[in-house]
């Protein structure tokens, strides 16, 4: 009987054990210090036959190192790709373009597109980028701002859902101050409240779940109402900053500012 004791024990250790094991190999490893990004600049500047500047243009990207974990490979990759495939698929070709047009040209021209990535957050769990495009080709204009957030652990890219074991009463408070806002700051006349267009506020309860349209920051939570979503094209794009302090209540114990 004290055999068969001992026996089952035994048996209760060694399951105890794998089940832990198990648990360890599923758990993604904690991010104890900053991950150090680093950046890749391309300048491109376009000259016409009598060497006038018609066109200036900057990229401005990550790029992986060969430390790198396979987590922030994917992270980097996730953030770079495209923006280098919209920079030889587009921007670069429409450079090209302009500055045949302007071939006679004697006076510079003020075209091109300044498109950079910058780290705005990298700490604890998170790693955010803030990537922002300015710029012109003629009367075709550029004025963009996305975000890009990760769990730096999974290599994850996060929603906006991700962040709060409350997801309902965040996106409340959220939807909140962004309307506090754009009242603020905006004509309420000149936003959108018609049948073709829709009304602004249904749009923007839309517009901020959608995942470039977000990113987190040193401070707080940052988010972003893009160019012509609630109103004309004469209406500037409008980033609704929300302090940390305002928000941490909402946001799970790993994601916390």
């Known amino acids: 009987m004290k055999n ?9 250790l060694i399951l105890v054990l794998v089940i832990s094991f198990i648990l360890y190999k599923n758990t993604p490893k904690t991010n104890k210090v900053n991950y150090e990004i680093k950046y890749e600049t391309i300048e491109y500047v376009t000259k016409n036959t009598k060497g006038t500047i018609i066109t200036t243009n900057e990229i401005k990207y990550p790029i992986e190192r060969k430390n790198d974990n396979e987590e922030l490979k994917k992270i980097i990759n996730d953030v770079k790709d495209p923006i280098l495939y919209e920079w030889e698929n587009f921007y670069k070709k429409e450079a090209d373009e302009y500055n045949k047009i302007y071939k006679d040209e004697n006076n510079k021209k003020d075209f091109g597109i300044n498109n950079t990535v910058s780290t705005v957050l990298n700490k604890n769990n998170i790693i955010s980028f803030k990537v922002k495009l300015k710029g012109a080709y003629g009367t ?6 996305e975000g890009y957030n990760y769990d730096i652990r999974t290599g994850k890219r996060l929603e906006l859902k991700d962040l709060s074991n409350n997801y309902d009463k965040f996106l409340k408070y959220l939807y909140k101050a962004c309307i506090n806002y754009v009242n603020k700051e905006s004509n309420v006349e000149d936003l959108f409240d018609d049948d073709i267009n829709g009304n602004w506020k249904e749009i923007i309860k839309k517009n901020i779940q959608i995942t470039p349209n977000w990113y987190l920051s040193e401070d707080g939570i940052n988010l972003i109402i893009q160019k012509q979503t609630i109103a004309p094209s004469y209406v500037k ?3 609704v900053h929300i302090d940390k302090n305002k928000i ?8 916390k500012i």
């Open 237 to 239: 794009l409008m980033i």
């Open 140 to 145: 075709l204009e550029f004025d963009k701002v």
């Open 4 to 12: 068969k004791k001992y026996i089952l024990i035994i048996i209760i």
């Open 248 to 255: 941490n209540k909402y946001l799970k114990k790993e994601y």
